[in-house]
Each structure stands twice: as structure tokens, then as C-alpha cells.
């Protein structure tokens, strides 16, 4: 990837050059937007900030949620 300089004049060969190496690694969707964060389970329709996860489905799903959440901020942190 070649530098950027300051003035932009190389602008478009970055932008392309870096979308390449970002797609190249798997991460394109961070970049573009198509990879979105994981929806908190406590905004979902019917529930609220008192919402309390009680039934074993709902502790899986708020769990699985926090795993995937940690796991798109790693990514997305690379990006």
C-alpha cells in the first residue's frame, strides 16, 4: 500500500491498494459497513433497560451476543 500524501494527489490508487489488502484479509464488510455489530438482545422489541434475561434461552442468546460483540471489535479494531 503506498503512502498517502499529503496533498491527496494519490488518493485513488490508496483507496483501491487498501481496500485490496483489507478484502485480501478477510475484512471488507468492516470497512464498507456490510459486516454490522451485533444487535444487544436488551433493544429488542418488548424489552427495555429493566429487561433481566431469566429463561435458559435468553441467558444463551445475551452470552452468544457478548461473544459475538467481543469478536466484531477485535475485527473491527484491526480494520
Not at 52 to 64: F, Y
Request: proline share 5%.
Amino acid at each position: 500500500i503506498p503512502k498517502l500524501v499529503a496533498d491527496g494527489e494519490n488518493w485513488m490508487m490508496y483507496k483501491e491498494q487498501l481496500q485490496w489488502s483489507i478484502d485480501a484479509r478477510g475484512l471488507l464488510g468492516h470497512l464498507d459497513g456490510t459486516e454490522t455489530k451485533p444487535i444487544d438482545p436488551q433493544t429488542l422489541s418488548g424489552r427495555g433497560a429493566s429487561w433481566v434475561p431469566t429463561t435458559a434461552d435468553e441467558l444463551k442468546e445475551v452470552s452468544t451476543y457478548k461473544t459475538e460483540l467481543k469478536e466484531w471489535h477485535t475485527v473491527s479494531c484491526m480494520v
